[in-house]
């Protein structure tokens, strides 16, 4: 088992600049930043795959960096540039390294290890 939790959320105005962090009790493979807002569908934010492989949402690139401290089991992402369109609850989710993985983070919970999340609101 792998307990996550998630911290750094809040409140910015648009243009604004936020760091999650997601404290891991153990080391990871595939691990990576979810979000959901209310009545929209999960979405894989960034994620760190095999070999290190990084991942971005088209709607975050560029905006948003994904990085791990490995001595520590951490995980970040540093948002800059956050729209209302980013306001969500974001979830760091810890998941078996299958070819599909980053598809199969819209299942949610009922695929790998999540923290309770954290809360992004954007305003314009």
């Known amino acids: 088992q792998v307990q996550l939790v998630e911290s750094g959320g809040g409140s910015v105005q648009a243009g604004g600049s936020l760091r999650l962090s997601c404290a891991a009790s153990?080391?990871?493979?595939?691990i990576a930043w979810v979000r959901q807002a209310p009545g929209k569908e999960r979405e894989g934010v960034a994620g760190?795959?095999?070999?290190?492989?990084?991942k971005y949402a088209d709607s975050v690139k560029d905006r948003f960096t994904i990085s791990r401290d490995v001595a520590t089991n951490t995980l970040y992402l540093q948002m800059n540039d956050l729209k209302p369109e980013d306001t969500a609850m974001y979830y760091c989710a810890a998941v078996v390294c299958v070819p599909e993985w980053w598809l199969r983070l819209k299942e949610g919970p009922k695929f790998g290890y999540w923290g309770q999340g954290t809360q992004v609101t954007v305003s314009s």
């Open positions: 760190i795959g095999n070999y290190g492989r990084v």
């Open positions: 153990r080391a990871t493979t595939c």
